[in-house]
């Protein structure tokens, strides 16, 4: 019987440590973040420099503050109105390390032409 409380007592004795030790080691590893389930978005504005299947460079500004910005363009891209040089567009995209990457492009639709001025009367 003197065994069997020995025995006993030596296996709590060693399981305790180890138990308060495998504790201690999930404490100290930091909580895994959640992925975000959507990636963040961005959108900005400009006129379509050039534009292929793959590519759209838009410009920003005008005069010397005119800055180029080039996205790539998949087929998961969406596409709205006539995406030509010249042409206003909005683009939604999101960042894929360093690559801006188009989620949608929309066309400003194109201003009517102005009408010329009705020529003055003459008395």
Request: charged letters at 20%; proline letters at 5%.
């Amino acid at each position: 019987m003197l065994k069997v409380t020995k025995a006993a007592v030596l296996a709590v004795a060693l399981a305790v440590p180890v138990a308060v030790f495998a504790a201690q080691g999930d404490a100290k590893k930091p909580a895994k973040k959640e992925h975000a389930a959507a990636v963040a978005s961005h959108t900005t504005s400009g006129t379509v420099k050039s534009s292929s299947d793959t590519s759209l460079v838009i410009t920003k500004g005008s005069g010397k503050n005119a800055k180029d910005e080039t996205f790539t363009v998949n087929a998961s891209t969406k596409k709205d109105g006539d995406i030509a040089t010249g042409a206003k567009v909005t683009v939604a995209y999101t960042m894929d390390g360093t690559n801006m990457v188009a989620t949608s492009i929309k066309a400003a639709p194109a201003k009517p032409a102005k009408k010329a001025p009705a020529p003055a009367k003459t008395k």
